[in-house]
């Protein structure tokens, strides 16, 4: 009966084959007994044979419905475990979303900020190169912008070169480039 068992794959195939070899055998015994009582030479082998293949076909049903018991008990496990996977994901997911949409976000500002900073540094020069400045008495260099507000320098001596940065809080640092190249504060 095992090497059957090993030819048959799936469980539910073994549990209908040890139960129907059950009932059969069941069958069976009630036939003898019906015979026995009708017929006092009955082989007490073959009954003894029956009884025995009973009682195993029986121990073999309920060992493969405690093993179904427990293979259900670790498909719903699993599924519960995919279950909260999926979730993760999905969490994962839409934190890269938001996240990716942030550093986009940052990126536009820094695109802006860096125009910016190359708007004002064009400005600069061109007002430096237009002349459209003055001197006051403190030695401070007021540079008139079109939109009115003065941009006020205070140079030690000429101005060679120029950049100008804008910072996080939105203040402008133009800096002055000296001939070795080293930058300091002007503004």
């Not at 020069?125 to 205070?154: E, R």
Request: net charge negative.
């Amino acid at each position: 009966m095992g090497a059957l068992f090993a030819r048959i794959g799936s469980n539910k195939d073994r549990m209908m084959l040890v139960f129907s070899s059950f009932l059969c055998n069941s069958h069976m015994l009630r036939m003898l007994q019906s015979e026995r009582s009708n017929d006092a030479g009955a082989s007490p082998f073959m009954t003894s044979w029956l009884r025995s293949s009973v009682g195993s076909s029986t121990e073999e049903v309920q060992r493969l419905l405690e093993e179904r018991k427990q293979l259900k008990e670790k498909d719903d496990k699993a599924s519960l475990e995919i279950k909260k996977l999926k979730e993760e994901i999905s969490t994962l997911s839409q934190n890269l979303k938001k996240l990716k949409s942030e550093f986009e976000e940052k990126d536009r500002k820094i695109e802006t900020a860096e125009a910016h900073v190359a708007s004002l540094q064009k400005q600069s020069a061109d007002l430096l190169l237009d002349g459209n400045f003055t001197m006051d008495g403190d030695g401070l260099l007021m540079i008139m912008q079109d939109c009115g507000n003065p941009i006020v320098l205070n140079p030690s001596r000429a101005l060679r070169s120029s950049s100008a940065a804008l910072e996080d809080d939105g203040n402008v640092v133009v800096t002055e480039l000296n001939p070795d190249c080293s930058g300091r504060g002007i503004l």
